[in-house]
C-alpha cells in the first residue's frame, strides 16, 4: 500500500512538471514618491510630467516598456511600470532612471524581476 502511495505522489508529480507553464521574465517597477515630490512651481510641475510622459512613450516605441500607469489612491507609491526582460536589469534601472521625474527627484524607481507565463502579456 506504501509503494503505490508512493507511486501516486510520484505520477502526480511529473504530470505537474509536464503541464507546468512556460515563465518569461519581465521586471515590475514601481514608481515612489522621490526626496523633491512637490518641490517646485506649478509650471515646474507640469513640465516634468511632461517630459516623464515623453519618456515613458520613448521607452515603450524601443520596445522595452510594456505597460505603464499611475496608481489613484495618492500613496507613495506613485505607478507602475513593466518592462519585458530581455535585457540586464541594470541596463532598465538605468533607462527608467533616466526619465526626467527621477532625474528631477521628483520620484524614484525601484525595479524587481517578474515571471508571468508565456503568452500573457505581449
Do not use: C
Amino acid at each position: 500500500m506504501r509503494l503505490l502511495l508512493v507511486g501516486l505522489l510520484l505520477a502526480v508529480g511529473l504530470m505537474g512538471q509536464e503541464s507546468a507553464p512556460k515563465m518569461v521574465k519581465y521586471y515590475m517597477g514601481f514608481l515612489k514618491k522621490g526626496p523633491a515630490w512637490g518641490a517646485g512651481t506649478k509650471e515646474e510641475g507640469a513640465e516634468i510630467q511632461k517630459q516623464h510622459l515623453a519618456h515613458l512613450g520613448k521607452m515603450h516605441q524601443m520596445g522595452k516598456l510594456v505597460v505603464a500607469g499611475p496608481f489613484g489612491d495618492n500613496g507613495e507609491i506613485r505607478g507602475i511600470l513593466v518592462f519585458r526582460g530581455k535585457d540586464s536589469l541594470e541596463e532598465m534601472k538605468k533607462l527608467a532612471e533616466e526619465d526626467p521625474a527621477v532625474k528631477a527627484g521628483r520620484m524614484v524607481v525601484e525595479l524587481h524581476p517578474w515571471y508571468v507565463q508565456d503568452g500573457v502579456l505581449p
